[in-house]
């Protein structure tokens, strides 16, 4: 198996409250992996961890996080977020920018100014989040006054301009309607013939669906790591049964 | 009766008492502001003409002329006012929106209040102090640093407040796309704050706009023609601050003028800003 992340045993810690226990899962290149679990199990933080992003809401990490064999705790986080983007949970498009300054935001801000070398990679970014049809004709209005859906896709868009090896997903359908969420899906199984994609969902269905692998957290700690129709089928802990059956969390 | 129609009666008339209730101190908190708009138009339009603007004050005895060096040294010392507050303001309160959340922050938040608690004149007299004596004279600079001063607390806070309203999700957007934080924070967060941050300079520079306590020790006043930074300077504060306890009808009558003058020129500045800072879309 080609590995894209790996991480051994990794904790995280918000001050000194321990949110996640000794993980260590592989994440294999250009598939995608879900992580399910009850509210407060620490997925979101797992996903925060794999670019840093754990440091702006003030967490810290123990143990080691490789991305292609590369330690991740001695790169610099600013162009670690470019190698792994991320799309978070309620859509966040920029609302003083344009559609085509919000996909382009990343780029711009990095000091890439010319229209000639920004205009294809916004068309591309948009193509690929299946948004351009549905905006090509209002690029310059605001990026805000399109619906929730949209929205979420030029996220998608915002992420893919910057060209990244892998896109962290935070539960990126959960604030949408399900038409919304069925376009999302289609595009993560676009997507992963050229990304590596961990989701976070609360979704089962979405889980199932979507990934490849499927993780289990529960408490912290990884519970149960396997191919997603084995967790759903056949999971080998009793605990990821109930979870995936329903009868808690 | 019933106890639940009887309940949603009471309710209704309650409704309806307070309703009333805010309406009439809504009206007693405009009495003022009616008075103030009509005796300042009422009185001073008689004398609001081209030459108040464009020409000097004539001596005792001899009627007519205007305030022109009055008005060029209000926006004199506003423009020299703001070169100094709004950038100490704005920074400020950016530091102590997205980095003071420390002591050190606290600190500074604590004393912004109490400077802004500071009266005018204090500042007044801390300019004459620091500036006025080893200069030797009074100055523009002198008045312009006092009303820089002044603004410090006003455009601090409503920047800090402004900034944290802009939701942290923006932030993370910005960080998660590989942009520095600095970038994020000016490129981002201060644009998205930027028209809540224009408001607080706009309040900032409107107060010192009419400021007259720090001014009469610091630029003093001046009856002739003068733009230059390091000598006295007229304002219209301070015009109608001489001209409204004069003993002559006539200079009266010229102090109610600048004082409509001044809340023309608030007004201006007051929508130019609006303009300015117009969002380029439509709000849903």
């Given at each position: 198996?080609?590995?894209?992340?790996?991480?051994?045993?990794?904790?995280?810690?918000?001050?000194?409250?321990?949110?996640?226990?000794?993980?260590?899962?592989?994440?294999?290149?250009?598939?995608?992996?879900?992580?399910?679990?009850?509210?407060?199990?620490?997925?979101?933080?797992?996903?925060?961890?794999?670019?840093?992003?754990?440091?702006?809401?003030?967490?810290?990490?123990?143990?080691?996080?490789?991305?292609?064999?590369?330690?991740?705790?001695?790169?610099?986080?600013?162009?670690?977020?470019?190698?792994?983007?991320?799309?978070?949970?309620?859509?966040?498009?920029?609302?003083?920018?344009?559609?085509?300054?919000?996909?382009?935001?990343?780029?711009?801000?990095?000091?890439?100014?010319?229209?000639?070398?920004?205009?294809?990679?916004?068309?591309?970014?948009?193509?690929?989040?299946?948004?351009?049809?549905?905006?090509?004709?209002?690029?310059?209005?605001?990026?805000?006054?399109?619906?929730?859906?949209?929205?979420?896709?030029?996220?998608?868009?915002?992420?893919?301009?910057?060209?990244?090896?892998?896109?962290?997903?935070?539960?990126?359908?959960?604030?949408?309607?399900?038409?919304?969420?069925?376009?999302?899906?289609?595009?993560?199984?676009?997507?992963?013939?050229?990304?590596?994609?961990?989701?976070?969902?609360?979704?089962?269905?979405?889980?199932?669906?979507?990934?490849?692998?499927?993780?289990?957290?529960?408490?912290?700690?990884?519970?149960?790591?396997?191919?997603?129709?084995?967790?759903?089928?056949?999971?080998?802990?009793?605990?990821?049964e109930d979870y995936v059956?329903?009868?808690?969390? | 009766?019933?106890?639940?129609?009887?309940?949603?009666?009471?309710?209704?008339?309650?409704?309806?008492?307070?309703?009333?209730?805010?309406?009439?101190?809504?009206?007693?908190?405009?009495?003022?502001?009616?008075?103030?708009?009509?005796?300042?138009?009422?009185?001073?339009?008689?004398?609001?003409?081209?030459?108040?603007?464009?020409?000097?004050?004539?001596?005792?005895?001899?009627?007519?002329?205007?305030?022109?060096?009055?008005?060029?040294?209000?926006?004199?010392?506003?423009?020299?006012?703001?070169?100094?507050?709004?950038?100490?303001?704005?920074?400020?309160?950016?530091?102590?929106?997205?980095?003071?959340?420390?002591?050190?922050?606290?600190?500074?938040?604590f004393l912004t209040d109490?400077?802004?608690?500071?009266?005018?004149?204090?500042?007044?007299?801390?300019?004459?102090?620091?500036?006025?004596?080893?200069?030797?004279?009074?100055?523009?600079?002198?008045?312009?640093?006092?009303?820089?001063?002044?603004?410090?607390?006003?455009?601090?806070?409503?920047?800090?407040?402004?900034?944290?309203l802009v939701p942290h999700?923006?932030?993370?957007?910005?960080?998660?796309?590989?942009?520095?934080?600095?970038?994020?924070?000016?490129?981002?967060?201060?644009?998205?704050?930027?028209?809540?941050?224009?408001?607080?300079?706009?309040?900032?520079?409107?107060?010192?706009?009419?400021?007259?306590?720090?001014?009469?020790?610091?630029?003093?006043?001046?009856?002739?023609?003068?733009?230059?930074?390091?000598?006295?300077?007229?304002?219209?504060?301070?015009?109608?601050?001489?001209?409204?306890?004069?003993?002559?009808?006539?200079?009266?009558?010229?102090?109610?003028?600048?004082?409509?003058?001044?809340?023309?020129?608030?007004?201006?500045?007051?929508?130019?800003?609006?303009?300015?800072?117009?969002?380029?879309?439509?709000?849903?």
């Amino acid at each position: 198996m080609d590995i894209k992340i790996s991480v051994k045993n990794l904790e995280a810690f918000y001050g000194k409250n321990k949110v996640l226990k000794n993980i260590s899962i592989d994440i294999p290149r250009n598939k995608v992996v879900a992580i399910i679990g009850p509210s407060g199990c620490g997925k979101s933080t797992f996903l925060r961890c794999l670019n840093r992003m754990h440091e702006v809401i003030g967490g810290t990490i123990t143990g080691s996080i490789q991305v292609d064999g590369e330690d991740l705790t001695k790169t610099d986080p600013v162009l670690l977020r470019k190698r792994l983007g991320m799309v978070f949970q309620k859509p966040n498009p920029f609302p003083t920018m344009s559609i085509f300054n919000n996909v382009a935001a990343g780029l711009r801000f990095n000091g890439v100014r010319n229209k000639k070398i920004l205009t294809p990679i916004v068309e591309r970014s948009l193509k690929q989040a299946a948004l351009w049809d549905e905006v090509k004709d209002n690029l310059d209005d605001s990026g805000v006054n399109i619906s929730g859906g949209q929205q979420q896709r030029l996220c998608i868009a915002r992420t893919l301009a910057v060209d990244p090896e892998v896109i962290l997903m935070d539960e990126p359908a959960s604030a949408l309607d399900p038409i919304s969420t069925s376009k999302i899906e289609e595009l993560i199984f676009e997507l992963k013939k050229n990304y590596t994609i961990v989701i976070v969902t609360h979704n089962m269905q979405q889980a199932a669906r979507v990934s490849d692998s499927t993780a289990f957290f529960y408490m912290g700690e990884l519970i149960e790591y396997d191919k997603t129709t084995k967790i759903f089928t056949n999971p080998a802990n009793k605990q990821t049964e109930d979870y995936v059956t329903g009868r808690f969390g | 009766m019933n106890p639940s129609k009887f309940f949603h009666i009471k309710r209704k008339v309650t409704s309806v008492i307070m309703m009333s209730l805010s309406l009439v101190a809504t009206l007693i908190a405009l009495v003022p502001l009616v008075f103030i708009f009509y005796y300042t138009i009422s009185k001073g339009i008689s004398y609001l003409n081209i030459d108040f603007f464009i020409a000097m004050p004539k001596p005792v005895g001899e009627t007519g002329g205007g305030m022109a060096n009055a008005i060029a040294g209000t926006l004199l010392l506003i423009g020299i006012g703001g070169v100094i507050g709004i950038p100490v303001g704005v920074m400020t309160g950016t530091y102590l929106s997205e980095f003071g959340n420390n002591k050190f922050g606290s600190v500074v938040r604590f004393l912004t209040d109490v400077l802004s608690g500071v009266p005018s004149i204090v500042v007044g007299v801390v300019a004459y102090t620091l500036v006025v004596i080893p200069m030797k004279h009074f100055s523009a600079l002198a008045g312009g640093i006092a009303l820089g001063i002044l603004m410090i607390p006003t455009i601090t806070r409503t920047t800090e407040e402004m900034i944290k309203l802009v939701p942290h999700s923006l932030r993370e957007a910005g960080l998660a796309l590989g942009i520095p934080k600095w970038k994020t924070t000016i490129l981002i967060v201060l644009k998205t704050a930027w028209k809540g941050i224009a408001t607080g300079i706009l309040l900032g520079l409107s107060r010192a706009a009419g400021e007259t306590a720090p001014l009469l020790f610091t630029a003093l006043g001046n009856r002739f023609w003068s733009t230059k930074v390091g000598q006295p300077i007229a304002s219209l504060s301070v015009y109608i601050y001489d001209y409204a306890k004069a003993p002559f009808e006539d200079w009266n009558q010229q102090a109610w003028t600048a004082a409509l003058v001044l809340m023309l020129m608030i007004s201006i500045l007051s929508l130019t800003f609006r303009i300015v800072t117009r969002s380029k879309y439509k709000t849903k």
